[in-house]
């Protein structure tokens, strides 16, 4: 097995929440190579250029609207399959439409190539696993809306074609987040869940999280954790903003946490990545709260054309207060799991501006974002979206904002990789001469050596995933907990562990960067 619990190890500061047995730490010994590494744990833990394979399963019709006949009454997936008189017809649709996101080495070799994907996000409903099977046989079935379509599922496999998109992902060394964007009764009530439900319901009724924790977590843990690219499992898409202390707040705690219990229960390492639900750090201070910042991901949005807010600014005025408008907080790991390019028509109104600049601008708010997100976001970022049926998507697709350089594509020069031993040597006498300096010349007591080996550690670290596929590394509050738990073992504690913190610190600071 890969990992293993530590419980004894665990520098649990939950405040009285023990969830030492939820924590797991790599089974690997200090100082190790690539070969030694587990591409499963460089895969969980790597920094994620992505992109969302959007309306690939949760059908959205903006992106792929032959799918919906003529008299759906609604956007939503289920309401476009009610509105289908003839099963065999829409589920054939569907097969051939799960394979145009598959089939094409071609876009394969452009996604790991040129634009330097290293990962996709893939929206699923609960009603796609196990083809749908998995409806029948729930204790809650009858509750369960996709029920009523459910042989059109039966027929068309999506199951089936969710793993081979993660086969064909392997060959490429791209991950795979899989996002449970569907959960029975809406999180959000909006039409991307799948189903229309007002006011949503799914944290409101026990029976549709229990479902999702007790039926659909366990197929897909049991079913694809032997798959070396998965890198996480997303158990919420777009939760509702829950105010402090409130019903939805605790409710939405105690799913997040269940569904941790259950993907470590079953002996599984992905980490449960969460909603911040509009609210970054009532989520970063939960997690820290419960101990759980190494195992739990959060997961914000970035979209500036859908606010009232955003709409009355110019688009430079966007532009250039994004690092203060997009600011999350450095106490836990955090993915910007979609983005854009797409500003409203209402800040390009405000904004004088020609066709050329106009490019211009959409280049600069691309490229901010991705600076913003590189540096604030560990677990890194997904732009919304990749495929439409109709043109390239504009601002919305990623393939055009690649090619025109509003996203950066992928790295030259990756093939070598070095870490300058100079700069190390530079950086342990910068430390030493600091403290000796500001200490009187009395810093006899301290222990140095605790630095130099927590930068080397980050040294090593980071040469070792950029052995594969040039990867950084991207859960730093998981990846350096483990590396420090292991320090200990070997070196024990000491009052002076913060110098190990800061030279582990400056080698992340330093190095893991492109």
């Known amino acids: 097995m890969l990992l293993k619990k530590l419980k004894n190890l665990i520098n649990n500061q939950s405040s009285g929440n023990d969830n030492s047995d939820l924590i797991f730490i790599p089974n690997l010994d200090d100082n190790n190579t690539s070969n030694t590494i587990p591409k499963s744990l460089i895969y969980q833990t790597r920094f994620n250029r992505g992109v969302n394979f959007g309306s690939m399963f949760v ?9 919906y006949p003529p008299n759906c009454p609604s956007d939503c997936e289920l309401d476009c399959m009610k509105s289908c008189s003839n099963i065999e017809d829409i589920a054939t649709k569907l097969t051939d439409h799960y394979k145009v996101f598959i089939d094409d080495d071609g876009q394969w070799e452009w996604l790991s190539k040129q634009a330097g994907v290293n990962s996709i ?20 079935s009858d509750s369960l809306l996709f029920k009523q379509v459910i042989k059109v599922y039966q027929m068309a496999k999506p199951y089936d074609y969710l793993r081979k998109l993660i086969e064909k992902c392997e060959k490429y060394n791209i991950g795979v987040l899989i996002d449970l964007h569907g959960l029975p009764g809406s999180v959000n009530g909006q039409s991307h ?43 919420v898409n777009e939760a509702s903003f829950a105010d402090k202390n409130s019903n939805l707040e605790n409710k939405e705690m105690d799913y997040y946490l269940d569904c941790l219990k259950t993907v470590r229960g079953l002996d599984c390492s992905w980490p449960v990545i969460i909603s911040d639900g509009w609210w970054p750090e009532q989520w970063s201070d939960w997690v820290n709260k419960m101990g759980l910042a190494t195992e739990i991901v959060i997961d914000s949005h970035c979209y500036r054309c859908f606010s009232d807010s955003d709409k009355n600014k110019t688009v430079t005025q966007i ?8 600011n999350l907080p450095d106490t836990a790991d955090f993915v910007v799991g979609e983005f854009s390019c797409v500003l409203d028509g209402a800040s390009w109104g405000k904004t004088s501006v020609s066709g050329a600049d106009r490019e211009e601008l959409v280049k600069q708010f691309g490229n901010k974002q991705v600076e913003i997100f590189n540096e604030r976001a560990h677990f890194g970022w997904f732009f919304w979206t990749f495929k439409f049926e109709l043109g390239d998507g504009g601002e919305w697709g990623f393939v055009p904002m690649i090619e025109k350089g509003c996203i950066p594509g992928a790295k030259t020069g990756c093939e070598e990789f070095n870490i300058d031993e100079n700069r190390i040597g530079q950086i342990v006498a910068e430390h030493v001469n600091y403290w000796k300096n500001n200490c009187g010349g009395n810093d006899s007591k301290f222990e140095h050596w605790r630095f130099e080996d927590g930068l080397k550690q980050a040294c090593a670290d980071i040469s070792d995933f950029a052995k594969f596929n040039n990867s950084r590394i991207g859960r730093v509050k998981f990846w350096k907990n483990f590396r420090r738990q292991n320090y200990l073992r070997t070196k024990n504690d000491s009052e002076y562990m913060w110098e190990w913190d800061q030279g582990y610190e400056r080698g992340l600071n330093e190095f893991n960067r492109y």
């Open 319 to 326: 532009i250039g207060e994004l690092p203060q408008t997009f």
């Open 121 to 140: 996000r893939v929206p699923i409903g609960y009603w796609h696993v196990k083809n749908g099977d998995i409806l029948a046989e729930s204790s809650i």
């Open 193 to 235: 869940n799948g189903e229309i439900v007002n006011p949503p319901k799914f944290f409101e009724q026990e029976a549709y999280s229990s479902f999702i924790i007790k039926e659909i977590i366990p197929f897909l843990v049991n079913d694809l954790q032997n798959f070396e690219n998965i890198i996480g499992l997303q158990v």
């Open 59 to 67: 059908l959205e019709k903006w992106i792929y609207h032959s799918l």
